[in-house]
């Protein structure tokens, strides 16, 4: 058996972080570590999700005494309602960065800055919503597929246009059910408007339209947000990577993207490749410029450009407190205020880019698309003129890095499965050979793992301990956002990784060429998931439902998992949380999350803070899924 031996350990990366922290103290500085004491005593009521607030006669908590608010509303559906609203933020959130990228597409011209690097895509968009491309310049092709796109926000009628990519037995349960999803703005004010004081206090009808608002995120926002950024920036392609706080480079200036919107970090990246800007930061006294990643803009920057990801959600603060970056530059979601303030404490410049996003301490630098690129250059000067404000007694960069392969959109799994075993196949893109391999058994089962990190739990621990026991149980794993960090870190997304994996998982990736966990990009990417297993679904002709494959999210924490979550579930796919939903102060919520949606789509959550009594019920689901199978 052949496994590196320099792999990262859950203590490296502990060991690292209290290195880190006391970096932190030093400086005068505090890090979630500290705040997580400050907040150690969560509110019962917050967690179980019986406080409302949504008038103000409250607000109002649910106690054995008090067992309604003043308007009667009890415990079912306070829950409810907060959980809905959840969804609805998490909804608006994916759904909100792809109204952006569609406005980015709709200024698309020849000269730039934003261009059209995926034509391909595009046409193949523009003839699915039925907009002529033949003989037009495919700029006005790009401005029109822009505007349809931006109808599916606010469409009077109808329904959203992806659902048409689902299996027509999941398009007939969703109407069927009447959660069909409409125009995704629409869906939003729903959920707001039922949650209103003097609406809806009835959990089912809260649980549906969450269900409906999320479809309009998973295959609404999130899918368009995909394809919008595949045709502006490239379909991701395989590449190799390196990821983790070791990419920092001590000497060259470092410029961190942080967020989720490519628009931005698109640019920077363009800039720090240019020629011009390695001389400045040469004539600094620097080698160059190290652009790294951090979150989903990581991702998103790996598996288009093979960027190094410098760290997931819970190593923002860690990035800044190696004392090497000289800019950090955010979007939107999933940043900490409190990187202004720690960068504060170095000589890092903190800039926000997104009106959606304003930190108090930040320097601001609206982004626009006409000025975009000269905005990138400006930014990239204010890094290569901060570098001689480096102070070298705060300096330490952990000796921390693991290479990874990136890169695996839809596309790009079907042309690997395609290049290897296809040739009995006579149509391209199928697959048949994934199918296979899961019916003779050789795989077991497919897990998508998602999501974030989250200080409840010991963090990354319950990714690394699920995804290596899937991986020895011959079950392939594919991951997007900062799960997929998470399994760079730990050196379980590369080549090398297969020696991780039981004999038939292990002889699959020798023969494709993959590794075990399959990067699929970002958490709006998401929907890169979604279309694979319904090509799975479709290809098998078993329904969705019933393939031996689920999703899990071992640490998610935010309103966008939550409706990620939901549409996993309307897509009729069993999703396994190591976190629990902050309704358990409802029993008829609990039930409803549990058991009450399998009646809707055939599918559920099962929750379990355990990483591996989780994991365990993982492998015994995809189990039960083959058994009812005969396979
Ligand atoms: Fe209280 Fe009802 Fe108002 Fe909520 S809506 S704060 S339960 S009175
Ligand atoms: S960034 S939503 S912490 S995956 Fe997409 Fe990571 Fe979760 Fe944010």
């Given at each position: 058996m052949k496994l590196n031996e320099h792999i990262t350990t859950i203590e490296d990366v502990e060991e690292v972080n209290a290195r880190l922290h006391e970096q932190a103290v030093q400086v005068g500085a505090e890090t979630y570590q500290d705040r997580v004491k400050t907040q150690a005593t969560h509110c019962k009521f917050g967690e179980g999700g019986i406080c409302c607030k949504n008038c103000s006669m409250g607000p109002c908590r649910i106690t054995p005494k008090a067992p309604?608010?003043?308007?009667?509303?009890?415990a079912h559906a306070i829950a409810a309602r907060n959980y809905a609203r959840s969804v609805a933020a998490g909804t608006s959130a994916h759904s909100d960065h792809t109204r952006e990228l569609l406005h980015v597409l709709h200024s698309?011209?020849?000269?730039?800055?934003?261009?059209?690097?995926?034509e391909a895509k595009l046409k193949a968009l523009a003839a699915e919503w039925d907009v002529k491309t033949e003989g037009r310049d495919i700029y006005d092709v790009a401005h029109e597929v822009a505007m349809v796109g931006l109808m599916?926000?606010?469409?009077?009628?109808?329904?959203?246009?992806?659902?048409?990519?689902?299996p027509k037995e999941r398009q007939e349960t969703w109407s069927k059910e009447g959660i069909l999803p409409r125009a995704i703005d629409r869906e939003i004010a729903t959920v707001l408007h039922m949650t209103h004081i003097g609406n809806t206090a009835m959990p089912e009808a809260l649980i549906r339209q969450g269900l409906r608002a999320s479809l309009s995120n998973g295959w609404g926002g999130s899918m368009i947000g995909t394809e919008i950024t595949d045709i502006l920036f490239g379909t991701p392609q395989e590449r190799e990577t390196t990821g983790d706080l070791g990419v920092l480079d001590g000497d060259r200036v470092n410029i961190v993207v942080h967020g989720h919107d490519p628009a931005m970090s698109e640019m920077v990246v363009a800039v720090c490749e240019t020629k011009e800007m390695n001389d400045l930061a040469k004539s600094v006294g620097a080698k160059g410029i190290n652009v790294v990643g951090c979150c989903c803009t990581a991702n998103e920057v790996a598996m288009r450009h093979g960027i190094p990801m410098a760290g997931n959600f819970l190593q923002q603060e860690n990035v800044i407190l190696t004392?090497?970056?000289?800019l950090m530059c955010v979007d939107v979601q999933c940043i900490f205020p409190a990187g202004a303030t720690l960068a504060e404490c170095f000589h890092t410049k903190f800039v926000t880019t997104s009106p959606i996003a304003r930190i108090p301490g930040a320097i601001h630098v609206e982004f626009k698309t006409e000025s975009a690129l000269d905005q990138a250059k400006d930014l990239v000067k204010m890094a290569i003129e901060n570098?001689?404000?480096?102070d070298a007694a705060k300096v330490y960069i952990p000796p921390l890095k693991q290479k990874a392969v990136v890169g695996y959109p839809t596309d790009q799994i079907i042309r690997r499965l395609d290049g290897v075993t296809n040739s009995h196949v006579d149509v391209l893109g199928s697959y048949r050979p994934a199918i296979d391999a899961i019916k003779s058994g050789v795989l077991r089962g497919a897990v998508g793992i998602v999501g974030c990190n989250n200080p409840r739990v010991r963090p990354e621990f319950s990714h690394v301990e699920i995804m290596k026991e899937l991986l020895k149980n011959d079950i392939l794993v594919v991951a997007t956002g900062c799960a997929s960090q998470v399994a760079t870190k730990y050196g379980l997304m590369n080549n090398d990784s297969k020696w991780f994996c039981g004999d038939g998982l292990r002889r699959v990736c020798t023969l494709v060429g993959i590794p075990p966990i399959l990067h699929m990009g970002a958490c709006v990417d998401i929907s890169r998931i979604l279309r694979l297993v319904a090509g799975i679904s479709e290809d098998w002709g078993v329904p969705m439902p019933e393939l031996p494959i689920v999703g899990c999210a071992p640490e998610w924490m935010s309103e966008k998992a939550v409706s990620i979550a939901n549409y996993v579930v309307s897509s009729g796919i069993d999703v396994y949380l190591g976190i629990e939903p902050q309704v358990t102060g409802s029993s008829e919520m609990m039930e409803w999350i549990t058991q009450g949606t399998r009646k809707i789509t055939g599918a559920g959550f099962i929750i379990n803070t355990d990483p591996k009594e989780l994991v365990q019920s993982i492998i015994e689901g995809i189990e039960a899924k083959r058994t009812a199978l005969g396979i």
């Amino acid at each position: 058996m052949k496994l590196n031996e320099h792999i990262t350990t859950i203590e490296d990366v502990e060991e690292v972080n209290a290195r880190l922290h006391e970096q932190a103290v030093q400086v005068g500085a505090e890090t979630y570590q500290d705040r997580v004491k400050t907040q150690a005593t969560h509110c019962k009521f917050g967690e179980g999700g019986i406080c409302c607030k949504n008038c103000s006669m409250g607000p109002c908590r649910i106690t054995p005494k008090a067992p309604r608010g003043i308007c009667g509303a009890d415990a079912h559906a306070i829950a409810a309602r907060n959980y809905a609203r959840s969804v609805a933020a998490g909804t608006s959130a994916h759904s909100d960065h792809t109204r952006e990228l569609l406005h980015v597409l709709h200024s698309a011209k020849p000269e730039g800055p934003y261009t059209i690097k995926d034509e391909a895509k595009l046409k193949a968009l523009a003839a699915e919503w039925d907009v002529k491309t033949e003989g037009r310049d495919i700029y006005d092709v790009a401005h029109e597929v822009a505007m349809v796109g931006l109808m599916e926000f606010g469409k009077p009628e109808g329904f959203q246009l992806f659902t048409r990519r689902a299996p027509k037995e999941r398009q007939e349960t969703w109407s069927k059910e009447g959660i069909l999803p409409r125009a995704i703005d629409r869906e939003i004010a729903t959920v707001l408007h039922m949650t209103h004081i003097g609406n809806t206090a009835m959990p089912e009808a809260l649980i549906r339209q969450g269900l409906r608002a999320s479809l309009s995120n998973g295959w609404g926002g999130s899918m368009i947000g995909t394809e919008i950024t595949d045709i502006l920036f490239g379909t991701p392609q395989e590449r190799e990577t390196t990821g983790d706080l070791g990419v920092l480079d001590g000497d060259r200036v470092n410029i961190v993207v942080h967020g989720h919107d490519p628009a931005m970090s698109e640019m920077v990246v363009a800039v720090c490749e240019t020629k011009e800007m390695n001389d400045l930061a040469k004539s600094v006294g620097a080698k160059g410029i190290n652009v790294v990643g951090c979150c989903c803009t990581a991702n998103e920057v790996a598996m288009r450009h093979g960027i190094p990801m410098a760290g997931n959600f819970l190593q923002q603060e860690n990035v800044i407190l190696t004392g090497v970056i000289e800019l950090m530059c955010v979007d939107v979601q999933c940043i900490f205020p409190a990187g202004a303030t720690l960068a504060e404490c170095f000589h890092t410049k903190f800039v926000t880019t997104s009106p959606i996003a304003r930190i108090p301490g930040a320097i601001h630098v609206e982004f626009k698309t006409e000025s975009a690129l000269d905005q990138a250059k400006d930014l990239v000067k204010m890094a290569i003129e901060n570098f001689k404000n480096r102070d070298a007694a705060k300096v330490y960069i952990p000796p921390l890095k693991q290479k990874a392969v990136v890169g695996y959109p839809t596309d790009q799994i079907i042309r690997r499965l395609d290049g290897v075993t296809n040739s009995h196949v006579d149509v391209l893109g199928s697959y048949r050979p994934a199918i296979d391999a899961i019916k003779s058994g050789v795989l077991r089962g497919a897990v998508g793992i998602v999501g974030c990190n989250n200080p409840r739990v010991r963090p990354e621990f319950s990714h690394v301990e699920i995804m290596k026991e899937l991986l020895k149980n011959d079950i392939l794993v594919v991951a997007t956002g900062c799960a997929s960090q998470v399994a760079t870190k730990y050196g379980l997304m590369n080549n090398d990784s297969k020696w991780f994996c039981g004999d038939g998982l292990r002889r699959v990736c020798t023969l494709v060429g993959i590794p075990p966990i399959l990067h699929m990009g970002a958490c709006v990417d998401i929907s890169r998931i979604l279309r694979l297993v319904a090509g799975i679904s479709e290809d098998w002709g078993v329904p969705m439902p019933e393939l031996p494959i689920v999703g899990c999210a071992p640490e998610w924490m935010s309103e966008k998992a939550v409706s990620i979550a939901n549409y996993v579930v309307s897509s009729g796919i069993d999703v396994y949380l190591g976190i629990e939903p902050q309704v358990t102060g409802s029993s008829e919520m609990m039930e409803w999350i549990t058991q009450g949606t399998r009646k809707i789509t055939g599918a559920g959550f099962i929750i379990n803070t355990d990483p591996k009594e989780l994991v365990q019920s993982i492998i015994e689901g995809i189990e039960a899924k083959r058994t009812a199978l005969g396979i």
